[in-house]
Nanobody, 127 residues
Framework: QVQLVESGGGSVQAGWSLRLSCEAY????????MGWFRQAPGKEREGVGV???????VYADSVKGRFTISQGNAKNTLYLQMDSLKPEDTAMYFC?????????????????????WGQGTQVTVSS
């Protein structure tokens, strides 16, 4: 069983930065694929980006060049550095994980591929 706990959300102005963290607990040895998703009110949950066990990252076009995913040295912490934030980045942000390495490929953006989720942390960006 894996538990994920996000933190670091808040309210900022456009152009500012935030860093979200996701702590993983439980049987977390060598999780091959972890990602960040977000969901705005009235919209479907969408993939922000993913990182595999080799440190390779993939990002949604909407955040490419502004957001960076990284892991702590112990690999039990996932980070999302968000720079140049825009009002359209406002959403609940979720951390997700799966033991399927296949998910970090062409289907990384699909929420049903991830069995483990955190409770989410709210990010609000005002103009």
């Amino acid at each position: 069983q894996v538990q994920l706990v996000e933190s670091g959300g808040g309210s900022v102005q456009a152009g500012w930065s935030l860093r979200l963290s996701c702590e993983a607990y439980g049987y977390i040895y060598n999780i091959p694929c972890m990602g960040w998703f977000r969901q705005a009110p009235g919209k479907e949950r969408e993939g922000v980006g993913v990182i595999n066990s080799a440190g390779r990252t993939v990002y949604a076009d909407s955040v490419k060049g502004r957001f960076t995913i990284s892991q702590g040295n112990a690999k039990n912490t996932l980070y999302l550095q968000m720079d140049s934030l825009k009002p359209e980045d406002t959403a609940m942000y979720f951390c997700a994980a799966t033991f399927s390495s296949r998910t970090c490929g062409s289907i990384w953006y699909s929420p049903p591929e991830y069995p483990y989720w955190g409770q989410g942390t709210q990010v609000t960006v005002s103009s």
